[in-house]
């Protein structure tokens, strides 16, 4: 199967990187992306043909993934409609719409929206999907098995979500960074020296993940082991509850899927 990528960014190389890693052939990978020295570093990087703009790689293919920023995406979807025969088309375009997309490929269905994010760069990402009624069974496992290739991967069943996804996980990296920072931060001030602040914080954090992770256990449960009575933990947490912390993030949270509905109607319009 040949997977034709629209752009040739920090996610389409990613997502190229964990295709070859899998043991997809270069050869059967190609890219259109308009920046002469992002198609030299394809080839060099990974050996695919790359290509200024959109031509026969693109009718070949059985599967073409969109991986250009959302406000390119409308230019770009109506140069490649005319090559449209039954390739399955994936969008990568953060908050555009099937609806929208579609419209713009001169009414083309075959669509899977994909909300992917940063961490997808070192292969530790999680993409959500959301695919039409157009879209078959066998298609929605291709696109599974490509997005699967740099993180995990869940479907939604109602487009709308896409915006909960967004502001969770497209998103989510950030709110994890700032954490971070404000651990780095603290202990800083407490006396250590940046470079022990870093490695606490990063090991603390990816050790916390790893462990709500494989453990299957419920957060809650962990953090309540971690917090005897009395304790450290117990009064940092108590100074968290009084500054009403989880209730900040959950409202966070919610700006920002208030903000990608926005984005979808601001972006969608002709």
């Keep these: ?15 190229i990187g964990g295709l070859l890693q899998k043991g997809y052939a270069a050869a059967d990978i190609s890219a259109v992306e308009v ?14 043909s790359s290509y200024a703009v959109p031509g026969g790689e693109i009718a070949e293919s059985g599967v073409i993934l969109l991986a250009v920023k959302p406000q390119q995406l409308r230019a770009v979807a109506e140069g490649v409609r005319s090559v449209l025969a039954s ?17 713009w490929l001169g009414g083309y269905a075959r669509i899977i929206r994909v909300m992917p994010n940063t961490p997808a760069l070192v292969l530790a990402g999680v993409s959500a999907l959301y695919a039409g009624a157009a879209v078959s069974d066998a298609e929605r496992r291709i696109a599974e098995q490509i997005l699967g290739t740099v993180g995990a991967t869940l479907w939604v069943e109602r487009e709308e ?10 998103s989510g990296p950030a709110y994890v960074f700032y954490f971070i920072e404000a651990l780095e931060q603290a202990a800083c001030e407490l006396g250590l020296s940046a470079t022990q602040a870093r490695l606490l914080s990063l090991e603390t954090f990816h050790g916390a993940a790893c ?25 940092a947490l108590h100074s968290m509850q009084r500054s009403q912390l989880k209730s900040l993030v959950v409202e966070a949270v919610r700006e920002a899927a208030e903000r990608a509905r926005e984005l979808g109607d601001e972006l969608g319009q002709d």
Excluded: C, H
């Design 211 to 235: 462990l709500a992770r494989d453990s299957g256990e419920e957060p809650a449960l962990l953090r309540q082991r971690v917090t005897s009575k009395g304790g450290t933990t117990e009064r």
């Design 1 to 15: 199967m040949k997977i034709a990528f629209v752009g040739g960014g920090n996610m389409a190389s990613a997502l």
């Design 161 to 170: 979500l896409m915006d909960a996804v967004t502001a969770v996980s497209g």
């Design 35 to 48: 920046e002469p020295t992002t198609r030299a570093r394809l080839l060099s990087r990974f050996g695919v």
């Design 87 to 103: 390739q399955l088309v994936i969008s990568i375009a953060a908050g555009i719409r099937s609806a929208d997309l579609s419209r």
